[in-house]
């Protein structure tokens, strides 16, 4: 009979797997390291970042690490390719998307001797963890650029979807453009998509008819950049350095340090007993998330120097949503001396005074 | 900034989002005249888009020549949707969509290897209709718009002109209506409805050309973002005539490019209900469809059936 089986696996499966729990999880061969990328390699932001960090982090390693381009957020898509790769002996499986969230929660239980991480996950386990970078810290930082940059105090945001990750880089673009200029604002466009040039091209031409003169951004495409470009305006990247496409206007970019995060948490894996945070990884500037790309040489010295001090001061420990922090309604968020937990970064639904927003 | 300038950058902005729509709708049309259910447009577009983006970043300074390399592309690759639903005579929905498909995969390989993504076009500069481009409001815009908005009217004209005033319209319709009356009366079904899918698939990628290379003046992988599909849905919204699909076209172009400008000058509104408008005017206008009376479709009688000679239905 088939069915005895069935107990006696399932008891194996999560015994095993809460042993490996307890006693942190370690491979049973010498790790061989494979990527699912969201989109494709050169698509000029979140993905390409990722295959810049693997390169880096491949000659940390002195290991070669495989790669699989253009895998979506359908479970249909993502567990065949998770499977071929653990098929031919890769046991640490990278993700790269948020969708890719559930998928890689099964796969964890079915594959208990493989290693997962994901960014900008939201499932952790034994043998899974998420990752994702405090991308408010180079966001306030580039804030603080686009503030002094200013010429009449209304700086733009271009956002993909009003979710915690975005929101709270949009709180603190404006934090930071604030401490260099208290009367500046930033008028935020939604676009509803993460990767539609049209939209973006659109908010963007929309703000600088408005007299805005930075263009920040959470979207994934240049194309806010190269409008601030043409219009003779200046504007702040995110994902990579966006001077690339638009060296006149981008001033400075908040950008991704994945290699930073990765090669010592795989070193870790590799190692043996490696533990997976039980609420995912949530590195900074100082252990590998995103970083500050500075600066054009339009920015004044004394403001490099102020936004460099303030990047000391974060890997020193400051937090930026320290209290009192109130939202635009006057509603307190961050009581004062107090700073914000991670799971208030997660649901932030709120805005400071000075964002001008839709509701 | 008062209402008027509000206004004035609103509806100037409006063509731009439109055109790629409303060529895409007409492509569409021609083909479906003829008796094919198109489903190709988002796929086409794709194809168009990266041909044109490609071809400008080869030939720096000749977006004509990387818009006409765009309705090329479109158009060999739609040869191959021709063959297999007026050759082969496969279901056309599945044709259709394999297609989109086939050209998401193709052009995004292509586009990576070739390395064109998000390399910076020159684009095409807009053409001010002197003395017109002067006059104050009317001149910014209507006459300071680029060169395919100009086009895009006469090309409608044209298509206008040759499916309902000239002998090959009327046969592309007579194959579209009755099959089998047509191919009874000595018109060649196959060839007519290749040259409707060919000649209607270079002006979708045409569409496709006008976002990567004049629009947004770059090349993003999967860029048309579903406007294929809301071409698809323009035409049937249009009842299959061409000038209701470009009052259509001008109308989602309308809401489309006000979104922004609502977000920017920073007006309170739900930004859901905003992102959701095109799609509540798409049902709104549906529904004032179907409650019409249907006589004014002019739906093809034949639109989605292969025509097999002499078989009994």
């Known amino acids: ?359 | 900034m008062n209402l008027g300038d509000f206004l004035i950058n609103w509806i100037a902005n409006a063509p731009v989002t439109a055109v790629p729509y409303a060529l895409a709708a007409l492509g569409l049309i021609v083909a479906e005249r003829s008796g094919v259910l198109n489903l190709t447009a988002e796929g086409l577009m794709l194809i168009g888009a990266l041909a044109g983006a490609g071809t400008s970043l080869l030939f720096v300074g000749h977006p004509a020549v990387a818009l006409l390399a765009a309705m090329a592309a479109a158009s060999v690759v739609s040869l191959l949707f021709a063959v297999l639903v007026v050759v082969l005579r496969i279901n056309q929905v599945i044709a259709g969509l394999s297609v989109v498909f086939f050209c998401q995969g193709l052009t995004g390989l292509i586009g990576t290897l070739a390395k064109w993504q998000n390399k910076q076009l020159s684009g095409l500069a807009p053409l001010k209709i002197w003395p017109l481009s002067e006059i104050p409001i009317i001149g910014r815009i209507f006459f300071m718009q680029d060169p395919v908005v100009y086009l895009t009217i006469l090309i409608f004209i044209a298509v206008n002109f040759l499916l309902f005033k000239t002998m090959l319209g009327l046969r592309i319709r007579a194959v579209g209506e009755n099959p089998g009356a047509a191919d009874a009366a000595g018109v060649s079904i196959t060839l007519h409805r290749i040259l409707a899918i060919v000649a209607g698939s270079s002006l979708i990628g045409l569409a496709g050309g006008y976002i990567s290379v004049v629009s947004v003046k770059l090349w993003v992988t999967g860029m048309t973002g579903g406007r294929g599909w809301i071409a698809v849905a323009l035409v049937v919204f249009a009842r299959w005539a061409p000038w209701p699909a470009l009052a259509g076209a001008l109308l989602f172009g309308c809401i489309e490019a006000l979104i922004p400008h609502v977000a920017a000058a920073g007006i309170q509104v739900p930004q859901y209900l905003m992102l959701m408008t095109p799609y509540l005017a798409t049902i709104a206008v549906m529904i004032w469809v179907g409650a019409k009376d249907s006589r004014g479709s002019q739906e093809p009688g034949a639109l989605g059936q292969p025509h097999v000679r002499e078989e009994r239905r």
């Open chain 1, 1 to 359: 009979m088939r069915w005895t089986y069935i107990p006696v696996l399932a008891a194996a499966l999560t015994g095993g797997a809460a042993i490996a729990y307890a006693a942190g999880f370690t491979l049973p061969a010498p790790p061989k390291i494979a990527f699912l990328y969201f989109m494709d390699k050169s698509d000029g932001g979140w993905t390409q970042a990722f295959e810049e960090a693997r390169v880096k982090v491949e000659k940390s390693l002195d290991q070669q690490i495989v790669y699989v381009e253009g895998v979506p957020e359908v479970a249909g898509q993502i567990t065949p390719a998770a499977e071929r790769f653990i098929q031919r002996g890769y046991n640490v499986i990278i993700g790269t998307a948020f969708g890719y969230s559930d998928t890689f929660k099964e796969l964890s239980n079915k594959y208990p001797k493989v290693a997962f991480l994901n960014a900008s996950g939201t499932t952790n386990g034994p043998n899974l963890e998420s990752f994702y970078g405090r991308t408010y810290e180079s966001q306030y930082l580039c804030g603080m650029v686009a503030g002094a940059m200013s010429k009449t105090g209304k700086l733009g945001f271009v956002a993909a979807h009003p979710i915690g990750p975005v929101n709270w880089t949009i709180n603190a673009y404006e934090m930071g453009a604030l401490k260099m200029n208290p009367k500046a604002t930033t008028t935020v466009v939604f676009t509803g998509a993460w990767n539609d040039p049209v939209k973006e091209r659109a908010a963007a031409q929309a703000m600088a008819d408005q007299g805005i003169d930075v263009i920040g951004q959470h979207v994934d495409t240049p194309t806010p950049q190269i409008v601030a470009q043409e219009r003779g305006i200046y504007g702040t990247g995110h994902h990579r350095d966006f001077r690339e496409f638009a060296p006149k206007a981008t001033l400075c970019s908040s950008a991704w340090t994945w290699e930073k995060f990765l090669a010592p948490e795989l070193k870790k894996v590799a190692a043996g007993n490696w533990e997976p945070s039980p609420y995912g990884a949530f590195p900074g500037i100082k252990e590998g998330g995103t970083d500050i790309a500075c600066c054009n040489a339009a920015v004044p010295k004394e403001v490099v120097d102020k936004v460099m001090a303030e990047r000391d001061a974060i890997i020193a420990g400051k937090k930026i949503f320290t209290g009192p922090i109130k939202d635009i309604a006057g509603t307190e968020r961050v009581a004062a001396n107090a700073s914000l937990d991670d799971g208030g970064f997660w649901k932030m639904d709120w805005y400071i005074p000075g964002v001008i927003t839709q509701k």
